[in-house]
T-cell receptor, first 113, second 113 residues
Framework: QQQVKQSPQSLIVQKGGISIINCAYENTAFDYFPWYQQFPGKGPALLIAIRPDVSEKKEGRFTISFNKSAKQFSLHIMDSQPGDSATYFCAASKYNQGGKLIFGQGTELSVKP | DAEITQSPRHKITETGRQVTLACHQTWNHNNMFWYRQDLGHGLRLIHYSYGVQDTNKGEVSDGYSVSRSNTEDLPLTLESAASSQTSVYFC????????????FGQGTRLTVV
């Protein structure tokens, strides 16, 4: 079963716009929610992560919003740039399980100049 | 610089053959993981190890095996390759500590014909 559901599958945004990717999870035991960024031909790389004790985390142009009661979290990319064009994966795990991650299906983001 | 290396990067094999994908990390990480990436499914966990001589099954372990004889390597073996195992395979590693980031290799694209 898909424990982490991600949407949309693909997203096209104009340069300077806001990109929003959403994820929902089922297992309430999850307490670590990272986002990974993957460029073609490369492995995923950690972008930003959040734990459920906070509702929002911001790093530069990237922000995670977290809604524990709804079991949802989202990635917002402000002032999107062509260099942000990549596939983004949300994931969930238990904080004490290192890299044992349950991934969403992925979102292919294209930022048009 | 420390890194995680997968080999080969590309492989074509025939149905029924045994195939081994190599993963080598120089971070001295205790935790190592194998994922497969398929369109529409994101990344799914195949096997993982929390230390030497420790191996565990993941979500999609049927037809795969791993062994951990040292800290640096976690080879993934397909006992009898099937067309359904055509995929991109990623190895990852992380430190033992709680909340440690997972670092991914560049991936191996395997085609079973």
């Amino acid at each position: 079963q898909q424990q982490v559901k991600q949407s949309p599958q693909s997203l096209i945004v104009q340069k300077g716009g806001i990109s929003i990717i959403n994820c929902a999870y089922e297992n309430t035991a999850f307490d670590y929610f990272p986002w990974y960024q993957q460029f073609p031909g490369k492995g995923p790389a950690l972008l930003i992560a959040i734990r459920p004790d906070v509702s929002e985390k911001k790093e530069g142009r990237f922000t995670i919003s977290f809604n524990k009661s709804a079991k949802q979290f989202s990635l917002h990319i402000m002032d999107s740039q062509p260099g942000d064009s990549a596939t983004y994966f949300c994931a969930a795990s238990k904080y004490n399980q290192g890299g044992k991650l349950i991934f969403g299906q992925g979102t292919e983001l294209s930022v048009k100049p | 610089d420390a890194e995680i290396t997968q080999s080969p990067r590309h492989k074509i094999t025939e149905t029924g053959r045994q195939v081994t994908l190599a993963c080598h990390q120089t971070w001295n990480h205790n935790n190592m993981f194998w994922y497969r990436q398929d369109l529409g499914h994101g990344l799914r966990l195949i096997h993982y190890s929390y230390g030497v001589q420790d191996t565990n099954k993941g979500e999609v372990s049927d037809g795969y095996s791993v062994s951990r004889s040292n800290t640096e390597d976690l080879p993934l073996t397909l006992e009898s390759a099937a067309s359904s195992q055509t995929s991109v395979y990623f190895c990852a590693s992380s430190e033992r500590q709680i909340g440690a980031e997972a670092f991914f290799g560049q991936g191996t694209r395997l085609t079973v014909v």
